[in-house]
């Protein structure tokens, strides 16, 4: 072999492992980020697990999740500043926030139709059961049945075991749905007839003419002051992978949701509909292979009725989208994909100040009981 042909077979070689180099280089970085490895140091929710100090005191703090600051310096490699053990005796002496009286889960004339059911005589909580309807909508409306309990004195859904002097059928004036119309008040009534008269009662229905207009008043008024905000989240470079996702959603707090894709980051007290939630592509959720299922964008958005005003939930949306968008290198889009610059959010957050306070003025306030029966 010349030394011409060694040269050349020495560059083909050379070009060949460059461009299985390259492929395995642009094969690597066009792959989906993979969740990290589980690190000893967390515990098996993936939150950083509390370390203790060797000593006499034998008090153990309970793990929460990180707040965004911290999870950036946990992204950066530092760990979180420790939280702050308060002692029995400073908490008795802390001041105790004023009790927010709030309307009863039942039927409300402000957003109910309410048609009382006068009963000849006292009606055992059985027969109540007995005689109900087998569904409790009216159309796309819910249909509730109460009942005023003899012994306390308080309206409730009928019990067994219970006594009850009189009875009062409800339907919702409105939901997301539309407003009450006449053929739904019609079967309201056919529902709540057949109900007294199983239980030897006397209806008293209000007008139906009255109370359609009082329905679309309502929807008008919830129509013009709904608002769900959602963001994009969107990949800059390299796609993400669901476990990626969510073991960095899971470091701020949002777990699990009850449907593939869906996580949310729960609300303070339990049993309320989350503060924000985080949705991906659910065939990517349910894929066999989740390393290699590509995700290029999650959608982070909020429900403003559903939830509470004191949660803050725009101002938290903003800061966990800013600490996802660093710490898996992304950027905050609209729905439509075009990117947000921090400036177009402080418009949002002063209509929806404006918003919780036309919510509070019709006794509708955010993540209160009729507003989200209203808003649902």
């Not at 970085?29 to 370390?51: H, I, M, V």
């Not at 990626?244 to 959603?249: E, G, H, K, S």
């Not at 894929?287 to 964008?297: H, P, T, V």
Request: glycine share 6%; charged share 20%.
């Amino acid at each position: 072999m010349s030394t011409l042909q060694l040269s050349l077979a020495i560059i083909g070689g050379l070009v060949l492992a460059l461009i299985v180099a390259y492929n395995t280089w642009t094969t690597r970085r066009n792959a989906p980020k993979r969740a990290l490895p589980p690190d000893p140091e967390l515990d098996r929710t993936g939150e950083p697990a509390l370390r203790q100090e060797p000593g006499f005191d034998t008090g153990l703090t309970t793990g929460t999740p990180l707040t965004p600051e911290e999870f950036q310096e946990l992204d950066r490699g530092r760990e979180p500043t420790a939280a702050h053990v308060v002692d029995p005796t400073e908490a008795l002496q802390m001041p105790v926030p004023a009790f927010s009286l709030e309307r009863r889960p039942g039927l409300d004339p402000l957003i109910d139709v309410i048609a009382p059911l006068q009963a000849e005589h006292l009606v055992s909580g059985d027969a109540a059961l007995a005689a109900l309807p087998p569904t409790r909508r009216a159309g796309s409306k819910p249909f509730a049945i109460e009942g005023l309990n003899e012994a306390t004195q308080q309206w409730e859904t009928p019990a067994p075991g219970q006594r009850y002097q009189s009875f009062q059928a409800g339907v919702q004036l409105a939901n997301r749905m539309g407003a009450l119309n006449e053929i739904e008040y019609s079967e309201f009534v056919m529902k709540a007839q057949a109900f007294a008269d199983a239980i030897n009662a006397a209806p008293d229905f209000p007008d139906m003419l009255q109370e359609v207009a009082r329905a679309r008043e309502l929807d008008q008024f919830a129509g013009d002051h709904d608002a769900q905000l959602a963001f994009m989240l969107r990949a800059r470079q390299a796609a993400w992978s669901p476990g990626y996702v969510q073991q960095n959603a899971a470091r701020l707090g949002f777990v699990a949701g009850a449907m593939p894709g869906r996580l949310v980051l729960p609300a303070g007290t339990p049993g309320l509909p989350p503060i924000l939630t985080l949705a991906y592509d659910t065939q990517a959720a349910l894929a066999d292979d989740l390393d290699q299922s590509a995700i290029r964008d999650v959608t982070l958005s909020v429900d403003v009725p559903q939830v509470n005003r004191t949660e803050q939930p725009f101002a938290r949306l903003r800061e966990i989208a800013a600490a996802l968008c660093q710490a898996m290198d992304g950027v905050l889009c609209d729905q439509n994909g075009h990117p947000l610059p921090a400036m177009a959010m402080d418009p949002i957050a002063t209509d929806l100040e404006l918003l919780y306070d036309q919510l509070d003025g019709r006794e509708l306030s955010a993540g209160s009981v009729l507003a989200r029966r209203l808003f649902s």
